[in-house]
């Protein structure tokens, strides 16, 4: 079985300061982890994706995220929150032997970010 | 990266009624899904849709109540049967692309039931 915990509901930055996203994950064998943001009346759109090699990984519009074995975490982060942030974040993950669409959402967590 | 477009984007139905909901692909992909995004909920997986085939549904998720049909590679249709305003969520199309293992959805649609 694979499972994803996003422990925040909500994040509230500050335009101009970081952000963190938080996302652990349970899952058998090889971790493929993915983020999405879901902005309002609209699908969801990929971010960024670890599937192997460095632990950082960046994606679209300035997020990156780091992947940790140990701690079986892959948070999401910016270094400068923009008001167009805010959405709805997805944290996703399968086991590497499985297909596309065997992929385990975690709840979301909305981000807000104020001018 | 794929474009998905579904169509209706928002359909409101009354009970007992059903609905079908269309899914196009700008290209042609092996792999097709459907998924459903209840309100304040996260996405949950109904079935695979395979083509020439029957779709490969999940735990929960029976074929009739969401019939779903693969005539080719770019295109899919869902139907939601006999409908109950517990079925009233979004409903999404996803493709896959194993190569890149890239997952993309298309942007919903919206269903209410009465």
Redesign the interface.
């Known amino acids: 079985a694979q499972s994803v915990a996003q422990p925040e509901d909500q994040v509230n930055v500050a335009e101009g300061n970081p952000l963190t996203v938080k996302c652990t994950y349970s899952v058998s064998g090889n971790p493929?982890l993915?983020w999405?943001v879901q902005y309002p009346?609209?699908?969801?759109?990929?971010l960024l994706?670890y599937?192997t090699g460095d632990n950082l990984v960046k994606g679209s519009y300035g997020f990156e995220a780091e992947f940790n074995k140990s701690q079986t975490s892959f948070h999401l982060k910016k270094p400068s929150a923009l008001v167009s942030d805010s959405a709805l974040y997805?944290c996703a993950v399968r086991a590497g032997n499985t297909?596309?669409?065997?992929?385990t959402?975690?709840?979301?967590t909305t981000l807000t970010v104020k001018p | 990266?794929a474009v998905?477009s579904q169509k209706p984007s928002r359909d409101i139905c009354q009970r007992g009624t059903s609905l079908t909901i269309q899914c196009q692909v700008d290209s042609q992909v092996t792999?097709m899904?459907w998924y459903r995004q209840q309100p304040g909920?996260?996405?949950t997986?109904i079935a695979?849709a395979n083509q020439g085939s029957e779709a490969t549904y999940e735990s929960g998720f029976v074929i009739d109540k969401f019939p779903i049909s693969r005539p080719n590679l770019t295109f899919s249709t869902l139907t939601v049967s006999n409908m109950s305003p517990e079925d009233s969520s979004i409903y999404?199309c996803?493709v896959?692309?194993?190569v890149y293992?890239?997952?993309?959805?298309?942007?919903?649609t919206?269903l209410t039931v009465l």
């Open positions: 493929y993915f999405y009346n609209r699908g969801l759109q990929f994706k599937i997805f297909n596309a669409g065997k992929s959402f975690g709840d979301g | 990266s998905i792999m899904f909920q996260s996405l997986l695979t999404l996803s896959g692309r194993e293992n890239e997952q993309f959805f298309g942007p919903g919206r």
